[in-house]
């Protein structure tokens, strides 16, 4: 004997199936939806924290910016003073040596003997114009100039006679080379 069942079982096994199926996709659906949210979410808050460093880095360096030009104008101020204390120094120095240079030449001039007329200083040289009594003073006056300390070399470039008042002088004009760092 055969049996029939004349029930719908089978089709009630579909719907459940399929129900299943529904709500598996559906859940899948929603599972994949947070997690995208989710990384997203991340994402998000990574770049607003990065963009946050950012503009903490802008205004770390906008303030170094600033420090760097300060110090570059302290460099440039010290650089200044520095060039002005040269020029203080330089002149200290140079401020001696006329008077050093004078004080020696009293010295090394033949008294009653030879007369200076003018002395002329540039930066390299002494130029000494005079009168002296015979050219013999006028050689013992270069060979004493060229013991002096801040003389390095004497030239005779005039020596020429000269009378006055009836007495045979002997006019003389030397050039005499400056030694460096006197």
Known sequence: MIKI????????????????????????????????LGVHLYFVMNVSGLESRIRESEARLAFLDKKVGDIEGFKKDKKELEQKLGVINSLETDRLFPVRMLDELNMLIPAKEAWLEKITQTKQEIRIEGTARDNGVVARLMKNLEKSEFIRSVELVVSREKELV??????FILTCAIKKGT
């Not at 009630?12 to 994949?32: A, D, N, P, Y």
């Not at 009836?166 to 006019?171: C, F, H, N, T």
């Open 5 to 36: 069942n004349l029930l719908p079982y089978r089709e009630k096994e579909k719907k459940e199936s399929l129900q299943q199926q529904i709500i598996i996709f559906s859940g899948t659906l929603v599972l994949f939806l947070l997690i995208i």
């Open 166 to 171: 009836g007495v045979k002088l002997q006019q």
